[in-house]
C-alpha cells in the first residue's frame, strides 16, 4: 500500500519557521520525484516546491522563493519542507504529493502528474 504522511504543522507567529515531513511507504522513493502544494480556505491546490528523483533539481514557486527550501533523504524515504520568513498569506493545508520521475518529463509544478497524496497537515500563521 503506497502512502506519504506529513507531519510538522502548526501555529506559528509571523516570521516564524516550522518544518515539514513527508514519509513515503510502499514505493521506491528514490525513484520518485516529490512535491509539496498548499491549499488556503476557498482557494485551489497549488504548487510550492518540487524536488527531483536524483536530487538534483529542485523548483520553487515565486512567492516561496528565499524563504522555504525542499529537500530529501532517500535513506529515510522522506522529504522535507523548511519554510521560513513565514507570512499570514502561507496558511494553508499543505499536502505531500509523489510521481514516479525517471521518466517523466512532464513538469514538476503540474499537480496533474502526481498520482500518490498525502493527507495534509496544518499550517497557521497568524499576523
Known amino acids: 500500500q503506497v502512502q506519504l504522511v506529513e507531519s510538522g504543522g502548526g501555529l506559528v507567529q509571523t516570521g516564524g519557521s516550522l518544518r515539514l515531513s513527508c514519509f513515503a511507504s510502499?514505493?521506491?522513493?528514490?525513484?520518485?520525484?516529490m512535491g509539496w502544494f498548499r491549499q488556503a480556505p476557498g482557494k485551489e491546490r497549488d504548487f510550492v516546491a518540487a524536488?527531483?528523483?536524483?536530487?538534483?533539481?529542485?523548483v520553487y514557486v515565486d512567492s516561496v522563493k528565499g524563504r522555504f527550501t525542499i529537500s530529501r533523504d532517500n535513506a529515510k524515504n522522506t522529504v522535507y519542507l523548511q519554510m521560513n520568513s513565514l507570512k499570514p498569506e502561507d496558511t494553508a493545508v499543505y499536502y505531500c504529493?509523489?510521481?514516479?520521475?525517471?521518466?517523466?518529463?512532464?513538469?514538476?509544478?503540474?499537480?496533474?502528474?502526481?498520482?500518490?497524496w498525502g493527507q495534509g497537515t496544518q499550517v497557521t500563521v497568524s499576523s
Open positions: 504529493a509523489a510521481r514516479f520521475g525517471v521518466t517523466t518529463t512532464q513538469a514538476m509544478d503540474d499537480s496533474r502528474s502526481y498520482d500518490t
Open positions: 510502499g514505493l521506491t522513493f528514490s525513484h520518485n520525484d
Open positions: 524536488i527531483r528523483w536524483s536530487g538534483g533539481g529542485t
